[in-house]
């Protein structure tokens, strides 16, 4: 019953190419996502998140789409860069609670 | 001082023992949360500690609990362990128990628990 879902375990994209990482998630309380990415040997690291008031939000080469009559969010690197190569996690919290939900993990793999 | 630091990095118990694993705060955050990663999966929400009081609890059996002290350094305690209980031990500390704030959530690097 994991209510954030992450069906792509890996992703392998070539340098310079968009990455598209997918989320998916089934509890239409979750109002505000985020995207974490995490190396080896290192905590998660916070790259971006997106209120569920928007349906788009911009950083850099980052973005995150939201599409809730869908309940699906997606991550898009552009251009992909050989040090993007991480595990990208979707994380979901409902109004009124600080914790989050996360998915299982998208290995993304930038080929030089 | 800055960052989550959590020590140890690894340990190795023998299941029916009994575990705690320490977490540093970011300096300025009052707020701790505890996650457990297990191989494979995300990471699951086991509770947070806002000012020393437990402010939210996933779904863990009792033996898992939690301290926070004055300085807001924070241990988790695991009793009876199983062999389930084998897994990556995430602490994120943060500033303030409500939302503002989601976007400063800093994890530490974890402790890997092995239970054999």
């Known amino acids: 019953d994991q209510q954030v879902k992450q069906n792509s375990p890996s992703l392998s994209v070539q340098e310079g190419r968009i990455s598209i990482l997918n989320c998916d998630y089934t509890n239409s309380m979750f109002d505000y996502f985020l995207w974490y990415k995490k190396y080896p040997a290192e905590g998660p690291t916070f790259l971006i998140s997106i209120s569920s008031i928007k349906d788009k939000n911009e950083d850099g080469r980052f973005t995150v789409f939201l599409n809730k009559s869908a309940k699906h969010l997606s991550l898009h690197i552009v251009p992909s860069q050989p040090g993007d190569s991480a595990v990208y996690f979707c994380?979901?919290?409902?109004?009124?609670?600080?914790?989050?939900?996360f998915g299982s993990g998208t290995k993304l793999n930038v080929k030089p | 001082e800055t960052g989550v630091t959590q020590s140890p990095t690894h340990l190795i118990k023998t299941r029916g023992q009994q575990v705690t694993l320490r977490c540093s705060s970011q300096s300025g955050h009052n707020t701790v949360s505890w996650y457990q990663q297990a191989l494979g999966q995300g990471p699951q929400f086991i509770f947070q500690y806002y000012r020393e009081e437990e402010n939210g609890r996933g779904n863990f059996p009792p033996r898992f609990s939690g301290l926070q002290f004055p300085n807001y350094s924070s241990e988790l305690n695991v009793n009876a362990l199983e062999l389930d209980d084998s897994a990556l031990y995430l602490c994120?500390?943060?500033?303030?128990?409500?939302?503002?704030?989601?976007?400063?959530?800093?994890f530490g690097s974890g402790t890997r628990l092995t239970v054999v």
């Open positions: 994380a979901a919290s409902e109004y009124n609670f600080n914790k989050f939900y």
């Open positions: 994120a500390s943060s500033s303030g128990q409500d939302r503002t704030n989601l976007d400063g959530y800093t």
